[in-house]
């Protein structure tokens, strides 16, 4: 198993605040991954994503996309800007060399859950098949969300990919927790994951509070809910062959520290 650790954004020790020095920062931290946040708008140019690409390829960081969290597939009026939103990540990730681009799918609202799913499937279709005439080699990771009122739960997640395999289930653990108001079961989830036979899973970790309608905020490791060492030792046990962590908590880069320690002390033998 070769898994690969990192943080959501710019390390929060970085000297400068560009992506190609958050790069540089996480290989000095001896981490090899990181996530390139989009999350308030993509506001990258082209030139600047083929920049900080080189800089990760000369490093051997593998880089992710987390698009703009104003996406929602689910509502005909507002999908269209929202595939515009994934696309502009996803020119951007082909340039980075970014293997993945994950999004928040949308909200329920008052439809049917047969039928979001239906209008996800279709902007979905619709994305790939723009991936595919660009030439642009990136995968679509839909990522499981953490309160009842959205999209995203793993079973539907999956569900997508086994009609579009180049979408993939970008599975947050701490939503799954949230969503279930405290509960997860990690064989139970690395299992369906498994299952798929992907090789390679891209997925978020970090504490997180919760309401009973589920994710509030996230919070360090150090909260233990849910916990990352229940997670490792669930892990090792898979046969899941390459797998990304990112690290969700306010303190970034620290807690993906602390998520490698927690996995040597269950045995892992790390490889950058």
């Known amino acids: 198993m070769h898994i690969f650790l990192g943080p959501a954004g710019i390390p929060i020790t970085t000297k400068c605040s560009s992506t190609a020095d958050g790069i540089k920062r996480v290989a000095e931290l001896g981490l090899n991954a990181m996530e390139v946040e989009f999350v308030r708008g993509v ?12 800089v990760a390829k000369e490093l051997d960081i593998l880089l992710s996309i987390h698009a703009p969290y ?8 507002k999908a269209a800007a929202s595939k515009k939103r994934i696309l502009d990540s996803c020119e951007r990730a082909h ?9 928040h799918p949308g909200f329920y609202g008052s439809l049917e859950k047969a039928k979001a799913f239906e209008l996800v499937l279709r902007a979905c279709e619709e994305m790939n098949d723009k991936l595919a005439a ?11 969300t953490g309160k009842a009122s959205q ?21 947050d653990f701490s939503h799954i927790f949230a969503r279930n108001a405290g509960r997860i079961d990690f064989s139970e989830t690395l299992k369906k994951m498994e299952a798929l036979g992907l090789p390679h899973h891209h997925c978020h970790f970090s504490g997180i509070e919760y309401t009973a309608k589920g994710e509030r905020s ?11 060492s229940q997670l490792a030792q669930s892990l090792l046990k ?9 690290s969700e908590s306010p303190i970034l880069e620290k807690d993906s520290m602390k998520m490698l320690e927690i996995l040597k002390q269950e045995g892992y033998q790390w490889k950058k």
Do not use: Q, Y
Request: hydrophobic share 45%; charged share 20%.
């Open 43 to 54: 506001h990258m140019s082209v030139a600047s994503a083929k920049a900080a690409g080189k």
């Open 134 to 144: 660009e030439g642009w080699n990136v995968r679509l990771g839909l990522e499981t």
């Open 218 to 228: 996230h919070l360090t490791l150090d909260h233990r809910k849910p916990d990352f």
């Open 151 to 171: 999209f995203g739960t793993l079973e539907e997640n999956i569900a997508i990919h086994k009609k579009i395999k180049n979408c993939i289930p970008a599975v």
């Open 238 to 246: 898979t046969r899941i062959k390459n797998i990304t962590i990112i």
């Open 95 to 103: 340039h980075l060399d970014a293997w993945v681009v994950v999004f």
């Open 70 to 77: 104003f996406i929602n597939l689910c509502n005909p009026e």
